[in-house]
C-alpha cells in the first residue's frame, strides 16, 4: 500500500501503519506493507518515518501499490492520482469529503468498473462511523432523514456563544487563537464543509448522486448572541445542521441543506459539545439512531482510515470487493423553496390597536400556519415571537418579504431562523 | 433465502421481503426470493403471508436456501438449525444473542470451515448498528472500553424509579403492564440478557472468544428508590451497564460485567430513555463514540435483520464473504474481583466522637482511596456518604466486610453502588 500525504492526519496514519504490524496482519489476514508515502517535500524530517519511505513523486507511487490511502485533501492533485491509482487496479481509500462532493460520481463509477474499492469513511464526521452504517447496516432499511452537527469548528463557535454570550467574532477569535479554526474560517463558518458532508450523507442514505453543488447553504457568520440568547430563553439551542431530506410525494425528491437551526434542548443533537459531531437518522424501521463522536483531528480521522484501510485489505486477500456505490434511485434535487421546516421569526411592531391582528393576517395570506406567539413589550414598540408550523420556505420567504412591507406595523429587521428537530 | 421464526420480529422480516422486492434487489444486485418460513405451527393464519411459504419441517427448509434468517430464539432448535443450514452452505443471519453468547465460537467456526457469512447485527442493541463498526470501521483501532445500556426493559423500569421515584416492583408492574416487560423478567432484571450481549460486544471488541458465563452479572432488583433518590442528589442516573473493559497489564485480560452503575449525569449514557439502548466506546485513537437507538422492538429488529440479509446477499452474489469473527488476541477473562471502578458506599453511623477515623481507617487498610465524603446527620446517628476514587473489587468488598465487623459506629446495612463513566 501507498500513503498520499503526511500531514495531521497522514503522520498519525503513518504511525498506526507501523506500530502494531502483527496486530494489522492479524485484522487482515495478511502482512500490509507500506511502500511508500507521498509528499510534496520528501527532504523535510519527519520523527519516526523512514526517510527511505518519502517519495515526491506521487504519479508513480500510486502505480506501485494495490491500495492507495488518499489524505492530501483539496480537489487536485488528488482527484487525479486517484484515477490514476484505481485505473492501475488498485483500491482506494480516502478522508477527503471535498473531492468526493465535487467528483464523487466520476470516482465511485471508476471504481466499479476497475473491480477495486472506493473507501471514505473519514470523509465523513471525523471517526464516527456512519459511512459502513449507512452503506450497509440500513440498507435494508427505508431513510428518511439524515440530520447532523458534521463541522466541528462551527460546533466550537455557537458552544461559546451559547455558554459564554459571546459574539461570533469574538467566539472565532478565540477557536481561531486554540487552532479550532483556521486562519481563514470560510470552509467551515460558510458552511462549505458541512455541505459537502451533507451530499456524501444524502447519496449513501438516498441511493442516489447529490454533489455539493446541490447543497443549499447558509453559514453561521450573520448569527448574533441575541438569537443564540432568545433561542435559548425559548428552550432551544442553535447548531449548524445538515439536513438532508425525503420530500412527502411520490416519487419523493431529496431536500438537502445546511443552515443554523433551533434545536430543541432535550433532542440528542443539541447534546453535542464543543468540537465534537454527530448523526442523527431517522429510518421508516429503525426509527431514531444517533451516532456521536470526534469529528476531526489526526488520531481519531487516521482511525477512521485504518478501519477501511484492514477492510479493503481484507477484501482484497479475498479477491473481491465491498458494496459500491448504488445511485439506482436518481431521485432531483428539491429546491430550496420546495423545503418544508418551521421558523422562529421575530420582529418589533409598533405597540398600537391591529398590529397583532395585521402582522398574523400577513402569514395566513401565505398559509404559514403559526404555531405559538408570544408578545413582550419592548423600549419603543412590542416584541413578536411567531413560531410557525412546519411550512414551505418559498411562503415563510413571501412572509417575511411582505411583513418588510407592513412599514405601519413593523420597526426595523425582522429576524428569522428555522426550527429543526422538534 | 429462508426465514425462520415468524413472531414479533419474523413476521416484520417478512414484511419488509415482500413489500419492496425491486429496492431489495437494486441493493442486492440480485433477486432476494423467500423460499419458506419455518414456524411451530404451519396451519395458523397469518396475514399477509402467503400460506404456501409456511412450513413446520425446518430442517428441510435450511437445506433449500443459500441464505438463512434465524429469528426464532432460544438454543435450540436454533443452534441444530444454524449449523444444519451452515454445514449445508447457507450463509446465516440471527438475531439471536443467547445462542450466540452460549455457542459463538462453534458457529463463528463452522462459518469459517464453510467459507459462508454468518451475521448477527440484530443480536445487540437491536436496530443499533453496533456490530459492524466494532467489527469493520474500528477494527484499524485499539478499543480499550465498550460500555452500554442494552437492555430496554431494565432502563425502562430505572427511569420510572428515577423520574416518579416508583418502587422497583411498582415499576416493574408498569413495564408489565405495557408490554416492556415479560410475565417472566429474570432474563431482563436479573441481567442475563445483559451479559448476552456483552459477552458479543466484548468478543468483537478484543478479537476474543468471550462466552456469556464469562460475564460477572448482577441484576436491579434490590435497587430501591432511596438508591437512585441518592445516586440524582449527586447528579448521577442509576443505570443497568454492560462492562468490557481491558486490564491495564500486559498482556491485558478482559474484564466484564453487567451491573447497575451510577453514571454522572453529563455523561451521554445517562439521557439514554425508556426503552433505548446506547453503547459507548473508548478508542486509543478514535476517543469516545456513542452508537444510539432504539434496543427492540419488531420492526427495529427487522431492519437490523434486513441490513444484514443484503450485505449477504452482496456477498454471495460475489461469491465471497463478509470478516469472520477474529479471536487472535486470546485474552484470558479477570475475575470480577480484580475489575477497578469507583464506589458510592453509604452508611449510617454513631454520630460521636472517632467515628468518621474509625471508618476511614478501614477504607484505607485495605488500600482503597477515599475521593469525597460527606457526612449528614440522621434521626438516630449520621449518614456517611462516601465516593471511593477507581478501585480493585476485591478490596472493595474486604472494606465493606470488615466495615460491617464495626459494631459500635455501623448502625444497620451498608449500601454500595459501583460508580462509572467520570
Not at 121 to 130: K, L, T
Not at 135 to 139: C, F, I, P
Given at each position: 500500500m501507498a500513503l498520499l500525504g503526511c500531514g495531521v492526519v497522514g503522520s498519525q496514519v503513518a504511525r498506526l501503519l507501523l506500530e502494531s504490524p502483527d496486530d494489522l496482519q492479524a485484522r487482515v489476514g495478511r502482512p500490509i506493507e507500506l511502500v511508500g508515502i507521498g509528499v510534496r517535500h520528501p527532504d523535510a524530517e519527519r520523527p519516526?518515518?523512514?526517510?527511505?519511505?518519502?517519495?515526491?513523486d506521487c504519479e508513480s507511487l500510486v502505480t506501485r501499490a494495490d491500495i492507495v490511502v488518499e489524505?492530501?485533501?483539496?480537489l487536485e492533485p488528488a482527484r487525479a492520482l486517484i484515477r490514476r491509482a484505481i485505473d492501475h487496479g488498485a483500491s482506494v481509500v480516502t478522508a477527503n469529503k471535498a473531492l468526493l462532493a465535487a467528483h464523487g460520481p466520476e470516482l465511485y463509477q471508476a471504481a466499479q468498473r476497475a473491480g477495486v474499492d472506493l473507501y471514505f469513511?473519514?470523509?465523513?464526521?471525523?471517526?464516527?462511523?456512519?459511512v459502513r452504517p449507512l452503506?450497509?447496516?440500513?440498507?435494508g432499511d427505508e431513510i428518511t432523514t439524515v440530520m447532523g452537527v458534521v463541522n466541528g469548528t462551527t460546533n466550537y463557535i455557537l458552544d461559546q456563544m451559547t455558554t459564554d454570550g459571546l459574539s461570533f467574532s469574538a467566539a472565532l477569535a478565540q477557536a481561531q487563537e486554540l487552532g479550532y479554526a483556521e486562519a481563514d474560517p470560510t470552509a467551515d463558518v460558510e458552511g462549505y464543509d458541512a455541505a459537502a458532508k451533507a451530499s456524501i450523507l444524502a447519496s449513501l442514505a438516498f441511493h442516489t448522486e447529490i454533489a455539493g453543488d446541490d447543497v443549499h447553504r447558509e453559514g453561521?457568520?450573520?448569527?448574533?448572541a441575541e438569537d443564540i440568547a432568545a433561542a435559548s430563553r425559548l428552550g432551544y439551542v442553535v447548531k449548524l445542521l445538515a439536513v438532508a431530506t425525503l420530500t412527502e410525494e411520490e416519487p419523493p425528491r431529496v431536500s438537502v441543506r445546511v443552515h443554523p437551526a433551533m434545536v430543541p434542548?432535550?433532542?440528542?443533537?443539541?447534546?453535542?459539545?464543543?468540537a465534537y459531531n454527530a448523526v442523527f437518522v431517522e429510518s421508516r424501521n429503525a426509527g431514531h439512531l444517533m451516532f456521536l463522536g470526534p469529528g476531526a483531528g489526526g488520531a481519531p480521522t487516521a482511525s477512521a482510515v485504518m478501519g477501511d484501510l484492514v477492510t479493503v485489505g481484507r477484501n482484497r486477500a479475498r479477491g473481491t470487493h465491498g458494496p459500491a456505490m448504488t445511485a439506482y434511485t436518481n431521485r432531483s434535487v428539491a429546491p430550496i423553496g420546495d423545503a418544508r421546516t418551521s421558523y422562529y421569526i421575530s420582529l418589533m411592531v409598533q405597540d398600537s390597536p391591529g398590529v397583532l391582528a395585521r402582522v398574523a393576517s400577513v402569514f395566513g395570506k401565505h398559509g404559514v400556519s403559526i404555531a405559538a406567539v408570544r408578545q413582550t413589550p419592548a423600549a419603543d414598540g412590542a416584541m413578536l415571537g411567531i413560531m410557525t408550523h412546519a411550512a414551505r420556505e418559498a411562503e415563510v420567504q413571501d412572509t417575511v418579504s411582505e411583513l418588510k412591507t407592513v412599514s405601519s406595523a413593523v420597526i426595523g429587521r425582522i429576524r428569522q431562523l428555522r426550527v429543526e428537530g422538534q
Open positions: 519516526g518515518i523512514d526517510p527511505g519511505l518519502l517519495t515526491g489524505v492530501i485533501g483539496g469513511e473519514a470523509a465523513v464526521a471525523g471517526a464516527i462511523p456512519i452503506r450497509e447496516s440500513l440498507v453561521i457568520t450573520t448569527l448574533t434542548s432535550d433532542h440528542p443533537l443539541a447534546s453535542v459539545r464543543g
